[in-house]
């Protein structure tokens, strides 16, 4: 059975204080492996998709990468606006269905 | 990246009725998907909704719950039937982009059932 899993439940930083989310796969025919942050009370918001493993993607603070087991969210030097919980997702068919892991909720305190 | 509107974006409703949400997108997209969020949770597949055929459900969910309308390629309906209290949720829809590397979704809709 496909599995998402992400770690740790919940995070707290100090502004400045880099980090990285695991996010923790098995499954058959990954076709994709998505990130997203989620604000309370809002639908989540698209950063990434990553399709092999080796792949990196950047956007300001926040980079992913992704292993054949595992992709990880790296947050340097973050700020109090990157508060949010932070999910990721994968697709193994070509239409895009997903499967959402837990998340991960990240709280940076100034 | 698309432009997702969802309609209520709350409601509180009663046992026993039915809420139908909209969700409207600025282009037109083949697939649209609804997903449920309940309180503290993840994100769950509720079914994928093609323009032309019948919407396809996951494990769990099945059309009399949760019947799909698909009338054109920006436009879905989701009606969450014979509410009960454990409907209480976020129901989202969300788009895929033309080439499927990317997919937006929409603001929500929160359901509170009493």
């Known amino acids: 059975e496909d599995q998402v899993t992400q770690s740790p439940e919940a995070l707290r930083l100090q502004e400045g204080e880099s980090s990285s989310l695991n996010c923790s796969y098995t499954?058959?025919?990954?076709?994709?492996l998505f990130w997203y942050r989620q604000d309370p009370g809002k639908g989540p918001e698209f950063l990434f998709t990553?399709?092999?493993a080796g792949e990196e993607k950047e956007k300001e603070r926040l980079k992913a990468t992704l292993t054949k087991k595992e992709s990880f969210l790296h947050i340097t030097a973050p700020k109090p606006e990157d508060s949010a919980t932070y999910l990721c997702a994968l697709t193994t068919d070509s239409w895009g269905k997903l499967q959402f892991g837990a998340g991960t909720q990240v709280v940076v305190t100034p | 990246s698309a432009v997702i509107s969802q309609k209520p974006s709350r409601d509180i409703c009663q046992r026993g009725t039915s809420l139908t949400i909209q969700c409207q997108v600025d282009?037109?997209?083949?697939?649209m998907f609804w997903y449920r969020q309940q309180p503290g949770q993840s994100l769950t597949l509720i079914a994928t909704a093609n323009q032309g055929s019948e919407a396809t459900y996951e494990s769990g969910f099945v059309i009399d719950k949760f019947p799909i309308s698909r009338p054109n390629l920006t436009f879905s309906t989701l009606t969450v039937s014979n509410m009960s209290p454990e409907d209480s949720s976020i129901y989202l829809c969300?788009?895929?982009?033309?080439?499927?590397?990317?997919?937006?979704f929409g603001p929500g809709t929160r359901l509170t059932v009493l």
């Open positions: 499954v058959s025919g990954l076709r994709g």
């Open positions: 990553l399709y092999s």
């Open positions: 282009s037109q997209v083949t697939m």
């Open positions: 969300s788009v895929g982009s033309r080439s499927y590397n990317e997919q937006f």
